[in-house]
């Protein structure tokens, strides 16, 4: 219930792409801790980064895969 079933499903879909890239997701800003740790579970060495948006709160996030 923490909201991130569909953004968790989908990277599930990307790790079993086996494919190298970036990936920008749009966020609500509440998910700012639990999902960059989902993402270092899934992909170790994936660079994961937070953005703020124009009001100052983080809005999304860049993973380098």
Same mark, same amino acid.
């Given at each position: 219930?923490? $909201? #991130?079933?569909? @953004? /968790?499903?989908?990277?599930?879909? @990307? /790790?079993? #792409?086996?494919? +190298? $890239? =970036?990936?920008?997701? *749009? @966020?609500?800003?509440?998910? +700012? =801790?639990?999902?960059p740790?989902?993402? /270092?579970? #899934?992909?170790p060495?994936?660079?994961? *980064? =937070?953005? /703020?948006? #124009?009001? $100052?709160?983080?809005?999304m996030?860049?993973?380098?895969?």
């Amino acid at each position: 219930a923490d $909201g #991130l079933d569909l @953004i /968790k499903n989908l990277l599930q879909r @990307i /790790k079993s #792409l086996n494919i +190298k $890239g =970036t990936v920008l997701l *749009e @966020i609500d800003p509440s998910q +700012k =801790t639990k999902l960059p740790k989902f993402i /270092k579970k #899934l992909f170790p060495r994936a660079i994961v *980064e =937070t953005k /703020k948006d #124009l009001a $100052g709160l983080f809005r999304m996030v860049k993973i380098k895969i």
